[in-house]
């Protein structure tokens, strides 16, 4: 199991992407979050606002949700990290897994 955070720049994309990951079972769930940002972007220091996503998923459904968002996301470098994660609560791993067979 891994979790993947995502940065959209508002809400309206970051819940179509989300919905694309749970309906095509890569994404077992997704929380939202707003978040404000500071960051250098081609020379220019950048401050916004935006969404960020934590998306529950397996390990091997990287690949898919990366080229998913890609296609989808406005921006031309999008985030997407991969956290690992260690310990999970078995019954949470359990129907984690079913969801996204």
Avoid at 30 to 45: A, I, K, R, S, T
Wanted: proline share 5%.
């Amino acid at each position: 199991m891994i979790q993947i955070y995502i940065q959209y720049p508002d809400k309206k994309i970051a819940k179509k992407i989300s919905k694309v990951l749970l309906d095509e079972k890569l994404a077992a769930c997704v929380d939202l979050f707003e978040h404000e940002n500071m960051y250098w972007w081609q020379g220019e220091m950048k401050n916004e606002k935006g969404i960020a996503c934590l998306v529950a998923t397996r390990k091997d459904n990287y690949a898919k949700i990366e080229k998913v968002v890609t296609r989808l996301h406005p921006d031309e470098v999008p985030c997407i990290l991969e956290w690992p994660v260690g310990n999970v609560f078995t019954p949470y791993k359990e129907w984690l897994y079913e969801e996204t067979k």
